[in-house]
């Protein structure tokens, strides 16, 4: 896990907090809007307006009683999502090709493997300020069923975000141009976050479809947040959505490693 320099992971990842620190400071208020407001509304829109048109069929809403209850925990797992990709394409494309911070970066005692951590971690801290704000704005509207689900499922909303983190950042250090990133989001961030059941059950996809959405990582973030906050866990069923994620958290993470360091030092 060390690089050439022969620092440690957490000794490299910790000589850029300044740097990130000060990117945030510059950067934050342009996140507001994305990362608070646009999600508040979509749940406001779709849950609080259009749910009460909809019955709260706990049969039929995975064991929600209201559809603002359902839709609430898979939209937040999605907006962990969208704040990964966003973090992970062009910031790295960018650190690369444009401004290349990533050079100057390993020009230091840095490594490759240094720099993919620091700039893992900044995404992690991004994931918990925006889901974290996210679900504590939820509270007034009492869709959780236990004090504790929430935090579970911040968990899980971090962990499914992590994910795409690492697998995205793989993607984005092989790019050499950003017209890849509209593939990216229109094939894949677009249709996950419609298909992956967090406006609605996947069984309504049938037979093929519903197979298809329980195969993509999102859903199983989707799965885990629900099951925590309207407190209808199925324990196998959570161990499967953990292990799925942690695996490709893993493979994300090699696959980002090496992608970038074949860029920089290669």
């Known amino acids: 896990m060390a690089g050439s320099s022969g620092l440690s992971l957490m000794e490299g990842v910790g000589r850029q907090y300044d740097y990130w620190l000060t990117v945030y400071k510059r950067t934050w208020r342009g996140s507001i809007v994305s990362s608070f407001l646009a999600p508040l509304f979509i749940v406001v829109a779709m849950g609080v307006v259009l749910g009460g048109?909809?019955?709260?069929?706990?049969?039929e809403l995975e064991g929600a009683t209201s559809y603002l209850a359902f839709i609430v925990p898979g939209l937040v797992a999605a907006h962990a999502m969208q704040t990964a990709v966003s973090e992970t394409t062009y910031p790295v494309m960018g650190a690369i090709k444009w401004h290349k911070t990533y050079f100057a970066q390993i020009a230091t005692p840095l490594a490759p493997v240094h720099?993919?951590?620091g700039h893992l971690a900044f995404v992690l801290a991004r994931l918990l300020t925006s889901c974290g704000v996210f679900m504590l704005v939820l509270v007034p509207f009492d869709?959780?069923?236990t004090?504790?689900?929430?935090?579970?499922a911040l968990a899980a909303q971090l962990l499914v975000g992590m994910t795409f983190a690492a697998l995205v950042f793989g993607f984005s250090a092989r790019l050499h141009s950003d017209e890849g990133f509209g593939v990216l989001f229109r094939l894949g961030v677009f249709p996950l976050f419609l298909f992956s059941g967090a406006f609605f059950p996947?069984?309504?996809?049938?037979?093929?479809g519903s197979a298809l959405a329980r195969a993509t990582p999102l859903w199983h973030g989707v799965s885990l947040s629900r099951m925590f906050c309207v407190d209808e866990?199925?324990?196998?069923?959570?161990?499967?959505n953990v292990g799925v994620l942690v695996a490709l958290l893993v493979v994300g993470w090699l696959w980002a490693v090496s992608g970038l360091t074949r860029r920089l030092v290669t």
């Open 53 to 59: 048109f909809i019955e709260g069929d706990p049969a």
């Open 115 to 117: 720099v993919v951590g």
């Open 143 to 145: 869709v959780f069923e």
């Open 147 to 152: 004090w504790w689900g929430p935090f579970l």
């Open 202 to 208: 996947v069984d309504n996809l049938g037979t093929v």
């Open 233 to 240: 866990i199925d324990w196998s069923t959570a161990a499967v």
